[in-house]
């Protein structure tokens, strides 16, 4: 675990960090503990909705974004999973501190730390490694090499819905996933005055809602704020209303008649269909009660006794071998509490 490391650092000396300047924390998860850290001096960004609201809740200096203004005199960048993210992650701590800041690098095998330890290790001088709980941390100094060659470079395409772009570390980054381009296709033609979109991503499917007829007003629900922000960019229609929310605890003033969705199954990299069924929880709740679900999801996902618990209707409308699109109809439980 990373509190492992951290903790064994700053004991050893191996890690020393400054006493005073503040100290940006770059994308630490909710089930992190920062308490070996001096809370005081720290600033962590964490974009990530859920993420965000526990680190707020424990009383941490938390942003969505790095504050472009503030110089740091250190950074602790909590490596990710997409290796892309992760190089732009420490771009941006490069950026942050500047030629003489500290640069600390914690992550874990799974996530391609060893990859990444070779590739800072051919540009900088490193400090030893820390290895621990299958993982490793080690620090360096960026000097003039700010690694401006390593920042997010947003992704540019095209098709029948528009333009679009993304950025390193947002869910299918490089077009839209086959699930969401398989239920764009099988929207129906009257989906009603008032759509949410349930994790929106970086705007596909809000799109495709957005070319049927007779749509007044369309949510973007979507926790990833770095997803969120493309999706704002992607989507200029003035019908959007974008939230950077929670889509499992999200509410609005009043039911609404169509519910698009493609949720996620995964918590970090462990599969949680658990999530999925937040989702479609939230769902039933946030519709009107003649309003309808549409949802896509792999075919192996256990999501048939929750539909029918949730809803009046549930059918399978189309298919294909990966992935099955539901429609589920008329809410059984409440929309509001």
């Not at 077009?175 to 979109?197: E, F, H, Q, T, Y």
């Amino acid at each position: 675990m990373r509190s492992d490391r951290l903790t064994f650092a700053l004991r050893t000396n191996m890690l020393t960090l400054p006493d005073a300047g503040d100290i940006l924390v770059l994308r630490p998860p909710a089930r992190d503990s920062l308490s070996m850290l001096p809370k005081a001096q720290l600033t962590v960004v964490q974009p990530f909705r859920p993420d965000y609201e526990d680190f707020a809740a424990r009383g941490y200096r938390v942003l969505a974004e790095r504050p472009k203004s503030t110089r740091f005199a250190a950074a602790i960048v909590c490596v990710p999973r997409a290796k892309a993210e992760a190089y732009a992650l420490l771009a941006d701590a490069a950026a942050a501190t500047g030629s003489n800041g500290l640069i600390a690098v914690d992550g874990q095998k799974t996530d391609g730390i060893d990859s990444l330890l070779r590739d800072l290790r051919a540009r900088f001088t490193l400090s030893e490694p820390v290895s621990k709980a299958h993982g490793k941390l080690f620090s360096f100094s960026p000097g003039d090499d700010l690694m401006q060659d390593w920042s997010a470079k947003p992704h540019h395409f095209a098709d029948a819905y528009g333009s679009f772009q993304t950025l390193p570390g947002v869910f299918s980054a490089d077009g839209p996933d086959a699930g969401s381009a398989l239920l764009a296709a099988n929207l129906p033609a009257k989906l009603g005055a008032r759509v949410i979109d349930l994790g929106a991503g970086w705007g596909y499917l809000s799109a495709a809602i957005l070319a049927q007829p007779g749509v007044k007003e369309v949510h973007l629900v979507e926790a990833e704020a770095t997803a969120l922000a493309c999706a704002r960019l992607n989507i200029t229609d003035p019908r959007a209303q974008f939230h950077w929310a929670d889509a499992t605890t999200f509410k609005l003033d009043r039911g609404v008649d169509t519910v698009v969705c493609n949720p996620p199954f995964h918590t970090a990299r462990d599969p949680d269909p658990a999530l999925g069924v937040a989702f479609l929880q939230s769902a039933a709740r946030l519709l009107a009660s003649h309003g309808t679900l549409w949802l896509v999801a792999n075919r192996h996902l256990p999501y048939d006794r929750t539909l029918a618990a949730l809803f009046r209707e549930v059918e399978e409308i189309g298919s294909d071998p990966r992935f099955r699109i539901t429609r589920a109809a008329r809410p059984l439980r409440a929309p509001r509490s």
